[in-house]
């Protein structure tokens, strides 16, 4: 039977990424994307931006929506501190059995912890079910039509605190214009765009990053 473009990107970082070592397993993810197939991860330019954000803000909570292969969960995840942890959520089971072996690869897996499941369903459930307080960090990256109400759902769920950030991929292309008109014009947020370029493409795109003011 065929295999699956997810299937594929994780026999790349088998053949070609050291075990345990994060950033091997990104840069034979990005040497897959660039000269083999395209696959939507955020790739090595935006994910420079998202390595300064990390490492700048040292986040001890980070929650990721949209895991795909886990290429921006172990990027985020190499750079946290010890007792850190990064929960990611993804909707599509075969996603989600591809991330958990990519995250085991790069020796990751006690500080991240993967669900399954939609979005809308789990944010309700973080602070009971994972024993989480405040989100330090959300890298929203997955359907580009739930980033604000996510949002929102975030606020009301009491998630978000004087300083927590939120750092949306994608917001040019594919782009998702309701979310960055509300954190741009919301006296709640403090928003920066961050110009690039869709991953491994001359197109543009790039990330908002988006301060919550409490
Ligand atoms: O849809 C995108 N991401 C959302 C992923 C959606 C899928 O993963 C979660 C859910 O199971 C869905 O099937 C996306 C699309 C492009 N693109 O160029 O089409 C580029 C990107 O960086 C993206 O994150
Ligand atoms: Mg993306």
Request: charged share 25%; aromatic share 8%; glycine share 6%.
């Amino acid at each position: 039977t065929q295999s699956t473009r997810p299937q594929r990107l994780l026999g790349a970082v088998q053949k070609n990424a050291t075990r345990g070592d994060p950033r091997s397993v990104v840069k034979a993810i990005d040497e897959f994307c660039r000269h083999k197939e395209w696959a939507m991860n955020v790739g090595d330019e935006k994910g420079c931006i998202l390595d300064s954000v990390v490492s700048e803000l040292n986040p001890a909570t980070v929650l990721e929506l949209g895991t795909y292969c886990g290429y921006s969960t172990v990027r985020i995840a190499s750079l946290l501190p010890p007792h850190a942890k990064l929960i990611t959520l993804e909707f599509n089971p075969d996603y989600a059995k591809i991330a958990c072996q990519v995250i085991a690869w790069a020796g990751l897996e006690d500080k991240i912890q993967l669900v399954e499941g939609s979005s809308a369903e789990w944010i309700p459930k973080m602070k009971e079910h994972f024993g989480v307080k405040m989100l330090d960090l959300v890298f929203m990256d997955h359907w580009k039509d739930d980033y604000l109400p996510d949002t929102k759902l975030l606020e009301d769920c009491g998630l978000l605190r004087k300083g927590s950030v939120l750092l949306a991929d994608n917001v040019i292309c594919p782009g998702s214009p309701d979310y960055l008109k509300y954190v741009r014009r919301s006296p709640r947020y403090k928003s920066q765009y961050f110009r690039s370029h869709l991953e491994y493409t001359k197109a543009e795109d790039g990330l908002e990053k988006s301060v919550f003011l409490g």
